[in-house]
Structures are given as structure tokens and as C-alpha cells.
């Protein structure tokens, strides 16, 4: 089955732990995102690749770093420098950068700081 | 202010009711509209999109954009309890490639 695909699905995370979360597509795509959703804030972006090793910050990008060492795969670690990491993290990939409408989003991943 | 207000309810409707749900925008450079459904702890699926001014429909979902008052709309017709879930609205502009700006999204209840 294609799809994207995010572990783990709940994560706990004492502070001042850095920790990584997991994002894989084999959709072939070669945009890759990562949104935060927090409850009356909607998804808001953090980070976001067009091709393999690049990468652009979003809107909120402090705290956070990602790396795209493989087109199928985009990780997201979260830093000890995140002030409020508790939420729903979501990985999202499009064909292309330039394709307005078909981001296809990941199951995500529930993180939860101690 | 947001670039994008969506109320957030929540909206809570008998089965067969018909549903609207609202964004108003202020940033005049989008032009692609979509509409995204969220189930409880899932990821968004793309439910419709729509490119500038005009109507779309599908099924019992119709996609509704009105670039002169910078307000879309989503109505959904015979709704059923299967229908409950948050709704996000998105939009893009023409030049910032696949960046979404998305609405807080709408929590819809359906009972039967």
C-alpha cells in the first residue's frame, strides 16, 4: 500500500530531551512537510522540503530541526529548545512543489512532554 | 489578525440536516481553496479544492468561493453521523508554491 506513514503514534517525552519524530512516504513525492496542531490554533508549518538535502523553515520552525537525507524520508526532532512541544505533530508530502492542492498527511504522532 | 478565520464551533446537527461551513480570508493572493476532513486522532484528508471564484460539487459536497467578499464555503448535503468531524479549511497562493495557510477547522457533529 502507498501512503506516508509516522511513528510512533503516542510519544512521551521528559523536558529537556531532545526527540526525534519519524515520517516515510512511498508515494515517490518529492515534497515533504511537517505541521503542529494545537487545539483553536488549526495546523501551523514547521518545516518543509522540496527536494532531497534541502530544506526551508516555516512559520514556527524554532525548536525544532529535520534533515532529508532520502527522498522517502523526513524526520522531525523536536529540541530541549522547544518552549511548548506538547501536540499533534503531522507530516504531509506532495508530488511536487509546485502542486497546489494534493498534500496527502500522515496518520501523526501525539507528543506528550512529562 | 489570522490570514484565515474559521469558526470552530462546535456544530452539532440532526442526520439528514444540511451543513455549512464557513472561512473568510484577508489575504487577496490566494487563489486555491480546499477543504480538508479530520477525523478524531487521524491525519486530514482532502476532501475538496477549488481554483478561484466559483462552485464545485461532489457528491453531496459542494465547495463554494467567493474572492469578492474572500469567503468559501462547504455545505454538505444529507449529512450523516459519518460526516462528524473537524473540517479545515485551506488556501495557497499562486506564488508560494505548496504552502498551505490553514483555517483553525470546525468540529461537526452529526446525531442520529
Known amino acids: 500500500d502507498g501512503g506516508i506513514t509516522q511513528s510512533p503514534k503516542y510519544l512521551f517525552r521528559k523536558e529537556g530531551q531532545n526527540v526525534t519524530l519519524s515520517c516515510e512516504q512511498n508515494l515517490n513525492h518529492d515534497a515533504m512537510y511537517w505541521y503542529r496542531q494545537d487545539p483553536g490554533q488549526g495546523l501551523r508549518l514547521i518545516y518543509y522540503s522540496q527536494i532531497v538535502n534541502d530544506f526551508q523553515k516555516g512559520d514556527i520552525a524554532e525548536g525544532y530541526s529535520v534533515s532529508r537525507e532520502k527522498k522517502e524520508s523526513f524526520p522531525l526532532t523536536v529540541t530541549s529548545a522547544q518552549k511548548n512541544p506538547t501536540a499533534f505533530y503531522l507530516c504531509?508530502?506532495?508530488?511536487?512543489?509546485?502542486?497546489?492542492?494534493?498534500?496527502?498527511f500522515g496518520p501523526g504522532t501525539r507528543l506528550t512532554v512529562l | 489578525q489570522k490570514e484565515v478565520e474559521q469558526d470552530p464551533g462546535p456544530l452539532s446537527v440532526p442526520e439528514g440536516a444540511i451543513v455549512s461551513l464557513n472561512c473568510t480570508y484577508s489575504?487577496?493572493?490566494?487563489?486555491?481553496f480546499m477543504w480538508y476532513r479530520q477525523y478524531s486522532r487521524k491525519g486530514p484528508e482532502l476532501l475538496m479544492y477549488?481554483?478561484?471564484?466559483g462552485n464545485k460539487e461532489d457528491g453531496r459536497f459542494t465547495a463554494q468561493v467567493d474572492k469578492s467578499s474572500k469567503y468559501i464555503s462547504l455545505f454538505i448535503r444529507d449529512s450523516q453521523p459519518s460526516d462528524s468531524a473537524t473540517y479545515l479549511c485551506?488556501?495557497?497562493?499562486?506564488?508560494?508554491?505548496?504552502?498551505?495557510?490553514f483555517g483553525e477547522g470546525t468540529q461537526l457533529t452529526v446525531n442520529p
Open positions: 485551506a488556501m495557497v497562493e499562486e506564488t508560494s508554491g505548496s504552502r498551505l495557510t
Open positions: 477549488t481554483y478561484s471564484s
Open positions: 489575504n487577496s493572493a490566494f487563489q486555491y
Open positions: 504531509a508530502s506532495s508530488i511536487h512543489p509546485s502542486s497546489k492542492y494534493t498534500q496527502y
